[in-house]
C-alpha cells in the first residue's frame, strides 16, 4: 500500500498531521511507539522545529526582503518580539576604541554553525581555525593524549597571546605510550600559564578523548571533539576528523554545553 510507513526508528515532533498518519497505521496493524517529550526538552525541541519550518517556508523565497518580511511576522507572535532589520546584516565583531583598533581574525568555519573538520586539501585545517578561534577566546580548555613540542610550536604565536591576555589556559593530557614530551609540558606551564594535569593511568581509566572549549564573553562559545592531539600532522595534514559545535549561550537551542566537566570530572581539573 502506497501510505504504507517506513519502519524504523525516528525522532520526529508530533504534529497533528503526524499524529493521523500513526493513529492510521495503528489501524493496520502497526506497533508504533510514541513518548511524551520531558519537560525539560520541550524548548529545544520545539525550538528546533520551529527553525526547520522557517527555513523551508523561507527557501520557498526569492528575495531577501520578503524573507525578512516573513521572519518579522512570525517574530511578532512571540512574548518579546525581536524583529530584523533590513538586509538582513549580521554582527560580526565589537572591538574597543584605539588608534590603529581593527576587526580580530576570524575562523572560516561560522561562529554559530557545527561543523566537519578533517584536514582535507579543499578544506580549512584544524591548525588554522583553531589559530584563528584563540584569538577572540577568553578561557580556553584542552583535552588530549598527546601533547607534541610539534604542536605546541604551530600554535606558539595564538597561546602566547593568550598569556599577554590573562586568558585561562587549562589542559589535560597523559603519558600513554609516552607520546606526550615533556619539554612540551614545560613551555605550556612556563611560557603560555596554563594549569596542567596528566594522568598516569594506562589501565582502568585510561585516556584518549581529544577536545577544545573555547569560551567567549559575547557568549559565543565553540568546540572541537575529534580524533586530533596537539601534533604537527594532527592539526594540518593528517587524516583527522573533528567536529566543531558552536553555540550562543544566551539561546536555549545551544549545541555546546555549558563548560566539559562531564569530560573533566574524574581528573578534577
Keep these: ?35 511524551e517529550v520531558e519537560k525539560e526538552e520541550v ?19 526569492k528575495e531577501p526582503q520578503e524573507q525578512v518580511e516573513l521572519i518579522n511576522r512570525l517574530l511578532s507572535q512571540l512574548t518579546e518580539p525581536a524583529t530584523v ?25 561560522s561562529l554559530s554553525e557545527a561543523a566537519l573538520l578533517t584536514n582535507a586539501r579543499e578544506d580549512p585545517n584544524l591548525a588554522h581555525e583553531l589559530a584563528a578561534e584563540l584569538v577572540s577566546a577568553d578561557r580556553v580548555d584542552l583535552l588530549c593524549a598527546f601533547v607534541k613540542w610539534s604542536g605546541l610550536r604551530i600554535l606558539e604565536r595564538q597561546l602566547a597571546d593568550l598569556q599577554r591576555r590573562r586568558v585561562p589556559l587549562r589542559v589535560i593530557t597523559t603519558t600513554y605510550m609516552g607520546a606526550t614530551e615533556r619539554r612540551a609540558l614545560d613551555r605550556l606551564v612556563r611560557d603560555f600559564g596554563a594549569e596542567v594535569r596528566v594522568s598516569y593511568e594506562q589501565n582502568s581509566t585510561r585516556l584518549h578523548a581529544k577536545a577544545w572549549l573555547l569560551r567567549r564573553n559575547t557568549g559565543f562559545d565553540t568546540a572541537y571533539v575529534g580524533s586530533s592531539n596537539l601534533s604537527r600532522a594532527a592539526l594540518l595534514d593528517g587524516l583527522e576528523w573533528n567536529v566543531r559545535l558552536a553555540r550562543d549561550h544566551r539561546s536555549a537551542a545551544g549545541q555546546v554545553r555549558g563548560d566539559l566537566r562531564f569530560l573533566l570530572e574524574p581528573f578534577r581539573i
Design 85 to 109: 532589520a533590513d538586509g538582513p546584516n549580521r554582527l560580526l565583531s565589537i572591538v574597543r576604541h584605539s588608534p590603529g583598533a581593527s576587526a580580530p581574525v576570524r575562523p572560516l568555519t
Design 1 to 35: 500500500m502506497d501510505d504504507a510507513p517506513i519502519t524504523g526508528l525516528y525522532d520526529s515532533l508530533l504534529t497533528d498531521k503526524l499524529a493521523k498518519s500513526v493513529a492510521e497505521w495503528r489501524q493496520t496493524g502497526h506497533l508504533v511507539e510514541v513518548s
Design 43 to 61: 524548548a529545544h525541541l520545539l525550538g528546533r522545529f520551529v527553525g526547520e519550518t522557517a527555513a523551508q517556508a523561507l527557501a520557498m523565497l
